[in-house]
């Protein structure tokens, strides 16, 4: 006999799945539930009841009540984790990839996809007749305005002219009737005069067009700067939006700023008691300025090394080795000291790795070398000035990972890898100065020339702008422009991140370096590199040809179904 009258069960039926059993699913409570279940956590009765008794008044939600017990929960008891019951979708349109970044580097609770370099061409113009590119308010209000706009221009010029020559460049190394795709689902590839069924020969002629699309799409993203306006769709619960939000209002990117005011005004009316909170984080700001002065001051004078383009850091065996041997005695305690304070050489380093360009096996090298007052400098001034338990300091404390890789990739790699959640990375400024990755095909292709004019111009710019408006001269790196960053990553996570990211279809560029880190890794621990069995370094120039055909015949089950 069920527990709930029909009454009850009617006004039920519009919030829960099953009125009667013991599992099911709540719906038609946004920016509400997170409170029902705040409370129910400490009532007798399962949710329902509580849903009934507490928040159901006259037939009807009682969103006053509801909205009085989020205040009271967040802000006299402050639980945060009530924050994580709620959640919305939002979503953030005709931003900068720059700006994408800031919202997709906040790992936890939040689920973000981004409109793809890899299957959409940016060679349309917005209703305003003008290429899709940020346009900085202070940058477009000083003297660089025309030198930014003539050289995005050009970029974008350049990039869309190209579209279709490099689709009839692939065209050439691959007509439709050379081609070949299983888009019959049976495991053998066809070419078009084989088939005899018009629903395979219309799959077909969909998958090498997309084939060809997608090629010319995977190398042409090279061009694109940063600045290009994209979309991001998000699902986050109220905790990360409030952490995103934060984050944003305290960056020191015009752009993101400007995104948090108008991403918190529409979050308030979905989940308002979550995201009320969020301010410029006083803390924040203050410790990344001081860090710049610090590490500025510290390696004044001193260039980057090159560095690696994949550099798997050791663990500091010589030096813990030498700081053993200086004590002239071994003992169990003259062992823990050593591997301590190289621990803390690789956190301190880390610490200062996002305020400067160099290598982080070079920053370490400096750190070693450093007093033990400078050292105890860095890490006073990296916690900051805590006011309270909020105040959190940034992502070096997590150092201790088995794997620290320090990396020099394009800017598209890194965009592609820095997503995975489990791990920590962190970036330096996004830069066309360390140079970059030309893809191959565009020098086969007979177009090297112009996209190293567009390299060229971005590079000036760059420089053009960087005294003046630092943060903003970012915009100017393109795709192919090498950056550096760093990731921390244990064993399972690395085995995750290097078997999806070189299965065939990925982009030749992070399976290269996906192969590279996977080499690394084997070189240092023959087995943990050969659980990881499912890393494929084969070299595949139509890398997506089957996943294409595969979706072809998914969708012709689709069809069979409707």
């Not at 402050?78 to 959640?87: F, I, K, R």
């Not at 050379?178 to 395979?200: F, I, M, P």
């Not at 918190?264 to 979550?274: G, H, N």
């Not at 200062?352 to 070693?368: G, K, S």
């Amino acid at each position: 006999m069920s527990k709930f009258t029909d009454e009850e069960k009617a006004q039920l039926a519009k919030y829960v799945t099953d009125t009667d059993g013991d599992i099911f699913a709540v719906t038609n409570l946004p920016g509400i539930v997170g409170a029902v279940y705040a409370r129910y956590s400490r009532a007798q009765g399962g949710f329902r009841e509580t849903l009934l008794k507490e928040f159901i008044k006259d037939g009807n939600i009682d969103a006053a009540k509801a909205g009085d017990l989020i205040e009271r929960v967040l802000i006299a008891f402050g639980d945060d984790s009530v924050g994580e019951l709620e959640g919305t979708h939002m979503s953030f349109e005709n931003m900068s990839i720059l700006a994408t970044k800031e919202i997709e580097d906040r790992r936890i609770g939040g689920s973000p996809i981004e409109q793809s370099t890899r299957y959409v061409f940016y060679d349309r113009r917005g209703d305003d007749g003008n290429f899709r590119y940020y346009r900085d308010a202070k940058v477009m209000a000083s003297k660089h305005a025309q030198a930014y706009v003539e050289t995005m221009d050009f970029i974008f010029a350049t990039y869309c002219e190209l579209v279709e020559p490099m689709k009839a460049y692939y065209m050439g190394l691959k007509s439709i009737d050379e081609a070949s795709y299983d888009v019959v689902g049976d495991g053998v590839k066809r070419q078009l005069a084989e088939l005899t069924d018009e629903k395979h020969k219309k799959a077909f002629s969909i998958t090498y067009n997309s084939d060809i699309r997608t090629k010319a799409c995977d190398t042409l993203r090279a061009l694109l700067p940063i600045a290009t306006l994209t979309n991001v769709g998000v699902f986050g619960n109220g905790r990360f939006f409030q952490n995103v939000l934060t984050h944003c209002h305290s960056s020191p990117i015009d752009e993101v700023r400007d995104l948090a005011v108008k991403a918190q005004s529409e979050l308030a009316k979905i989940i308002p008691r979550y995201v009320q909170r969020a301010k410029p984080n006083a803390y924040a700001m203050a410790t990344r300025a001081h860090m710049d002065a610090l590490a500025k001051a510290l390696f004044a004078g001193l260039p980057p090394e090159d560095g690696k383009e994949v550099d798997l850091l050791d663990r500091g065996g010589d030096a813990i080795a030498k700081a053993i041997h200086a004590g002239r005695v071994i003992h169990a305690q003259a062992v823990e000291d050593a591997i301590l304070s190289e621990e803390d050489h690789l956190a301190t380093a880390l610490m200062l790795y996002p305020h400067l360009p160099h290598p982080l096996r070079q920053i370490r090298d400096v750190v070693r070398g450093l007093s033990e007052e400078k050292k105890a400098l860095v890490r006073e001034t990296y916690i900051g000035d805590r006011k309270t338990r909020r105040d959190r300091p940034g992502r070096a404390l997590e150092a201790g990972y088995r794997y620290t890789f320090d990396l020099v990739t394009d800017f598209g790699t890194y965009k592609d890898l820095e997503r995975h959640r489990m791990m920590t990375q962190s970036r330096q400024r996004f830069t066309p100065t360390l140079g970059f990755n030309m893809p191959e095909d565009l020098v086969r292709a007979g177009f090297a020339a112009k996209a190293e004019a567009c390299v060229a111009k971005a590079v000036a710019l760059y420089a053009a702008l960087a005294g003046e408006f630092p943060e903003a001269a970012s915009y100017a790196t393109l795709h192919g422009s090498r950056v550096r960053w760093t990731m921390g990553i244990n064993d399972r996570a690395l085995m995750h991140m290097i078997e999806l990211r070189t299965t065939p279809q990925g982009h030749p560029s992070y399976r290269r370096i996906c192969a590279m880190m996977h080499d690394a890794a084997t070189a240092r621990s023959a087995w943990r590199g050969a659980a990881m069995k499912f890393a494929d370094h084969g070299d595949y120039f139509w890398s997506r040809a089957d996943s294409e055909a595969k979706q072809r015949v998914k969708e012709a089950a689709l069809e069979t179904k409707e």
